[in-house]
Each structure stands twice: as C-alpha cells, then as structure tokens.
C-alpha cells in the first residue's frame, strides 16, 4: 500500500549512512521561500517597487532601487505575526523586529546633470522568512484501511532484508528483529512486518524561528536615467520543527503516538545585481531588472524521535549535529513603474526561480552518494516558480500616503509530489503537505512631517494545501490552510 519508489531504492541501495537523513525537497523548498517584508512602506505596496526605488528595502530585491535616494536614510520596523491558535504547547502569535537600516547618500556635484549624480551607499538588516506556523488537524479519509504502521513496516522489512538493521532507527522505535516484541507492527506474518488499519488519527505541528538577512549595498544614479546597483547578502537561519502524531487502530484499539523535533542553523551568502532605466526622454516611466545568485549555505542539523504505546513510553532516539551544504536556484526580475506628478506612483514586477534546481552537498565526501540521491528527488519533486507583484501608493495631500498591493506566488510542487523517506535516522515524520498557491493583500499608511516619517501597513495572507499524515497510495488528502495576518510599523529620519 507504501510506495516504494526508485529513489527510496536507490538510497538504501546506495546504504546512506544514518546521520545523513533529514534533508528532502520539503525542507529545502521551505528554506528557499521569501516572505514579503521589510519596511512597512515596502510591504504596503505589495514589494512591486523594484523600478519605483526610494526604499531602504528594495537592496534585497533590486539593487539598483536605492539609486533613487537624493538625500540619507535611516529607518527601523516592527511587527506582530498573527498565525491562528497555537500548537505543541507554542504561542500562534509573536513580536518581531523586522527591518533596520541606514544608507547615506553623495552629492556628485555634477553641474550638467549628465555624468554620475548620486552615489548610495546602504546596510540593511531585515527578516526575510518568519518561520512561525501552527497545525491541529484531524486525519480524514481512513475508513478503517489507512495507516502509517504500513509505511513504517515497509521500511523495517527493507532495512531487514538487506541487512540495515543496525542503523534502522525506525525499527528500534516500532519494531524488533526477532519476534520479541512488535510494539506497534505486525510480526504475525511469514514475511516480516506488517501494519495495522487505523480508525482515526490526529497531527499537531508547530515550528519557529526565523531567515535573517542582512545586506551591503552600493548603487549609482547616472544622469537621472541610469541606476545601477549591487547588494552583498549575508543570511542566518535558525529553524525548530515540532510535530506529534497520533494513532488508534481500527482492529485492537490501540493508540500510540509519535512525537518529533528538528531543529536547523545555518550560515549563507548571496550576490544581488540590479538595473533601473527611464527609457522616455522627459517621462518618469520606469524598466528595472535584476539577477540574484544562488544563495550559499552551510547548515548544521539535529533532530530525535520519542513513542508511546497506550500513554506507556516505549523508546526514543536522536542525531547528534551535522554539517551539510545547500544551494538555493537563481532569481530573476523585470520590474516596472510610473508615477503622475508627486502624487500617485504605481509598480508591477515579476519574479522566477527553478525550484527544482536546488541542491545539497556534503561537507567531508562521507554523504556525496545520498545527497546526489536527494537532489535527484528535487527535480522530480519541485518546479519553476512565480510571484507577480503590484502596488500602488497615493498622496492626496504632500504629507500623507495610501497605499494598497497584491502578491501572487505559484505552487513549488509537482503534481503528485510526495514525500520519500528512508529507513535511517531517527526521523519518524511521515507527513508532508502539498502547498498551494499563496495570495498576499496589502494595506498601507504613511505620514511624513519635516524629516522624520512613520509609516503603517497590514498584511494578509492566503495559502491551501493537502496534507497528508503519512504516504499511502490512493489516501486523499486532507485540507489544510496556512493563514496568518502581520501588523507592522515603521520608524524613519531622512537627512
């Protein structure tokens, strides 16, 4: 009832070691997604300011943005992050500061006006993903038939066969190699393990932790008709997973439950190019366009596993540290922007990046065969994926702005994409979640008075996806949301 696909095959054949297994292309798509964030006259505007500029912010998406500024910078924003009820014992809603900056501006002095007239110097801190997210779901669609036991067998029985018993994790948790004792398998069978029909399940799941960015930016007005700018990005991650999941067998009634955690650190670097031209003599009509590289990390992970058989505790198990590298694919942006005299200012971008071109590699050679194994995975897993962007911002009178925006973000997955596990590590979750498109809606404030500015901004957003507790061919799915709203305020000083 498992499946049991090449690649799963392919990694015991290939005999993984048992600290290697953790990573998949559910967590690496994880890491290489972006919140929209930064000011809150950024988010406001839905982030589509990429040709407009003039925000310390737009250094992580389009370099050249800040070639805009005529005068020096300075600003600082915070949030609260409202993602429904909390989970594993977890808050549903946190502060967080978001972004901090400063960019100085230079007068070239150039009296033509042709020539270069600006140079921008900018260092911005800013959360780039905020991992909170909360899940209490009951399992659907079991009817008596389903359970995870069947996956889990499969892997004791493989680990067996082949002689991987020593390094089966999930088999010291679950199961026995000689009939001693099944727990929460089958042993009552000629070949190996089987599992049990379950009548209901339910999974709780909570993680936190945050994708800190911090950027250098250097960018250059020539003659008021070409930006050009560079950013140097430095990111720290620091991610917790948390997860339970809970069963009760169709036949025996027996319950046990499986509780998880994962925990990630890790340090990277990427390189942002950026361009802005008005190509309109005389017009404030505006083309911009921008290439990140792949973003460099070097990760460290651990993660353990405990079950209970009928509230009784039976075992535990967990990895110690260890060290990995991974690659996040290239981006790529066109933007454009307008604006009618100093009043309104409208902006449009799209973004592209090939999901299924990430990639892990080892630290010290031990692991090469199981990552090569595990990008493989990726491909077949991940696609392209897209974001378009708009914003607009009004000002009726000089002092005041409104501004709304809109994001759309396409799916990462294939259709049919399903997570692989292996029969190694103390790794015993067998969940995974189809994410849908994400829709973003964006409200935003702003009050301007001599140098100084506060700026306000709401936003919401909107992502469905099918969750599924453990992977059984023919289960459906079960629907899942992941909704949160964020509050956010700026405070600024321009000089």
């Known amino acids: 009832m498992t499946r049991m696909n090449k690649y799963f095959l392919l990694t015991a054949l290939l005999g993984a070691v048992s600290t290697a297994y953790a990573q998949d292309a559910y967590d690496a798509q994880n890491f290489a997604n972006s919140d929209l964030n930064g000011t809150a006259r950024f988010v406001g505007m839905g982030g589509a300011i990429g040709a407009l500029g003039g925000d310390i912010s737009v250094m992580s998406t389009n370099p050249a943005g800040t070639g805009m500024y005529r005068s020096s910078d300075a600003a600082v924003s915070f949030s609260g992050v409202f993602a429904g009820d909390g989970a594993m014992g977890h808050d549903g809603s946190r502060m967080s500061f978001d972004q901090g900056g400063v960019l100085i501006s230079f007068d070239m002095d150039t009296p033509t006006g042709d020539g270069l007239q600006f140079v921008n110097f900018g260092v911005n801190y800013q959360k780039k993903r905020n991992f909170l997210f909360n899940q209490k779901t009951n399992v659907g669609f079991l009817d008596d038939y389903y359970s995870q036991t069947y996956q889990i067998a499969d892997l004791c029985n493989y680990a067996y066969e082949n002689n991987y018993w020593d390094r089966c994790t999930i088999a010291d948790l679950s199961a026995t190699k000689d009939g001693v004792h099944g727990t929460i398998l089958n042993e009552e069978v000629e070949y190996g393990y089987d599992g049990f029909p379950a009548s209901s399940a339910y999974f709780e799941k909570a993680t936190f932790g945050s994708n800190n960015q911090a950027d250098v930016n250097v960018s250059f007005n020539v003659s008021d008709k070409f930006f050009i700018g560079a950013s140097v990005g430095v990111y720290d991650i620091e991610y917790t997973r948390e997860s339970f999941y809970q069963e009760q067998g169709a036949t025996d009634g027996a319950v046990y439950d499986f509780t998880n955690w994962y925990k990630t650190e890790g340090d990277g670097f990427d390189v942002k190019l950026g361009f802005i031209c008005r190509p309109i003599e005389d017009s404030p009509f ?158 935003g404030l702003g009050y301007r008075y001599k140098g100084g500015y506060v700026d306000l901004a709401w936003q919401y957003q909107a992502q469905k996806g099918d969750f599924y507790a453990f992977d059984n061919v023919g289960l459906p799915p079960t629907k899942v949301d992941a909704n949160r709203s964020q509050l956010m305020a700026t405070l600024g000083f321009r000089f």
């Open 286 to 443: 505006r083309i911009g366009a921008y290439v990140h590289t792949p973003t460099w990390y070097r990760m460290t992970d651990a993660n353990g596993a405990t079950l209970y058989l009928n509230d009784q505790y039976i075992s535990s198990a967990s990895n110690s540290e260890y060290d990995y590298r991974y690659r996040t694919p290239w981006k790529f942006g066109v933007s454009l922007g307008h604006t009618i005299g100093q009043r309104f200012a409208i902006g449009a971008e799209y973004e592209f990046q090939d999901m299924g071109s990430m990639h892990y590699s080892e630290v010290d050679g031990i692991y090469s065969d199981y990552f090569r194994n595990q990008n493989d995975i990726i491909g077949e897993t991940l696609r392209g994926q897209h974001t378009l962007k708009v914003g607009a911002e009004y000002k009726p009178i000089e002092e005041l702005s409104f501004r709304v925006g809109y994001n759309f973000v396409s799916s990462p997955f294939k259709k049919d994409a399903f997570r692989t596990i292996g029969y190694d590590g103390a790794y015993t979750e067998t969940d995974y979640t189809n994410w849908g498109n994400i829709n973003r809606f964006t409200l």
